[in-house]
């Protein structure tokens, strides 16, 4: 019996899924380019043809459904206009590349020249026969397909008009800050950036803003030996806001890489990391902070790979979660046969403030090396009632008692910020979004 008439098989299914997604394919159009960039973004695109859409019937989607990320338009967001707060990172001196509804904006960007910093754009590039990204643009993503298939992924890689290429060659004095605007209900971004840190060099970046009423950013990064990436990022308030990101990052020896997203709010948000510590003595670190009220699916998806003795990793996430809301968290650590004296550990917590609340983890670990330190765990409850309990018998009023224990739920998760400014802004971001959202 051959795959079409058996449509209930694997096979069946497979070949029913391939041939929807070449048909859902069959008119796109790629953005105009040549060269290198040309040929990376088919080869994406024949990969997202050979794997397929992805569906909720496969492992890594069976917790958050694909289809608002994959629709032919999406569905209009209306434009949340803060006004009770400054903007996100508005008193640090920073680098600022300005996207308005996906479409960079000159004259919003500071000029994109720092010493020990290349910046340049995605399509000022798609001409150009030799450029240092060529190596790696689509590269990690093609990678990460194995041995979880990302198609999405690949999608962006093939679709993404704009972005930016930064190559770090020093100590960078101030952040870059890729600040994300909209002024449309129905806009769309699909941004690809490119990461280089050289031997030796260190950058902060920031990322920030609402974007669009439905985003796709991929985020390749390569570390070079004893290079440092403080990656820190805040996603806005927009409530009907669907967002997924892709950040693939690949270190060698003595690299650091932190990565803290705080994430507030959000009709359907899903953001994937992949890791490998490819150098010895590597250190990843992967946190956050997600807070949602009602309408809000908050996915975090995280894969961390081992390959080289004495490396670190960490990955902590948080999510305290009101009236609905849903928290997902898909981890694993995977330690190949060389990665001895591997430390990796691995921590997901919800806090569900009312019955109607979820959360659905999957933490794994998968572990082929003899002499490792590795650990995962993940919890999920209500607030301590003897913890309320001491506070509110020594005086302290029960809202301010419950925002203590939140804070205190999420410290560990804002400890993996290393600069103290930005975790104080943080804190009380979050302080503020629980005074809004007191029951």
Request: hydrophobic share 45%; net charge negative; aromatic share 6%.
């Amino acid at each position: 019996m051959n795959a079409a008439a058996a449509p209930n098989t694997r096979a069946g299914r497979m070949a029913a899924r391939l041939a929807a997604t070449e048909d859902r394919l069959s008119g796109l159009v790629l953005p105009a380019g040549a060269g290198w960039l040309a040929r990376a973004r088919e080869a994406a695109l024949a990969r997202v043809k050979s794997m397929g859409l992805p569906g909720k019937r496969d492992e890594y989607w069976r917790f958050t459904d694909p289809a608002d990320l994959m629709s032919d338009a999406p569905k209009p967001a209306e434009v949340f206009q803060i006004t009770d707060e400054p903007a996100m990172f508005m008193g640090v001196d920073r680098l600022k590349i300005v996207f308005i509804d996906g479409v960079f904006s000159a004259k919003d960007s500071d000029p994109l020249d720092e010493e020990g910093l290349e910046v340049i754009r995605l399509s000022d590039v798609a001409a150009t026969d030799i450029h240092w990204a060529q190596e790696l643009y689509g590269t990690l993503e093609a990678e990460a397909q194995t041995p979880v298939q990302r198609p999405l992924a690949a999608l962006n890689t093939a679709r993404a008009a704009d972005g930016v290429l930064i190559r770090v060659t020093g100590q960078v004095s101030r952040p870059v800050s890729l600040v994300y605007q909209r002024q449309r209900d129905d806009a769309e971004l699909i941004l690809h950036h490119v990461i280089r840190v050289e031997s030796g060099a260190q950058l902060t970046l920031l990322e920030n803003g609402p974007g669009a009423a439905r985003c796709s950013i991929v985020t390749e990064i390569d570390l070079a030996d004893d290079a440092h990436l403080h990656h820190v990022r805040a996603m806005g308030r927009d409530h009907q806001r669907r967002a997924l990101t892709h950040v693939f990052a690949r270190l060698g020896a003595r690299a650091r890489f932190k990565s803290f997203t705080l994430a507030m709010n959000g009709a359907l948000v899903r953001n994937e990391a992949m890791v490998w510590l490819n150098g010895a003595n590597g250190v990843a670190h992967l946190a956050g902070a997600a807070l949602g009220d009602g309408v809000f699916h908050h996915d975090d998806t995280v894969f961390v790979t081992h390959a080289a003795p004495g490396c670190e990793s960490r990955q902590v996430f948080k999510k305290v979660l009101h009236h609905g809301a849903v928290g997902v968290f898909q981890g694993k650590i995977l330690v190949e046969q060389p990665a001895q004296l591997t430390d990796g550990y691995q921590l997901s917590q919800s806090l569900l403030m009312d019955d109607a609340c979820q959360f659905l983890a999957k933490p794994e670990l998968e572990i082929y090396a003899d002499d490792v330190k590795c650990s995962h765990g993940s919890t999920s409850g209500e607030i301590d009632a003897d913890h309320l309990f001491y506070l509110r018998a020594r005086g302290v009023p029960e809202d301010v008692a419950k925002q203590l224990l939140i804070l205190a739920f999420l410290a560990e998760a804002l400890d993996e910020i290393e600069d103290h400014h930005l975790a104080e802004d943080m804190r009380l971001r979050l302080k503020r979004w629980l005074n809004r959202h007191a029951d």
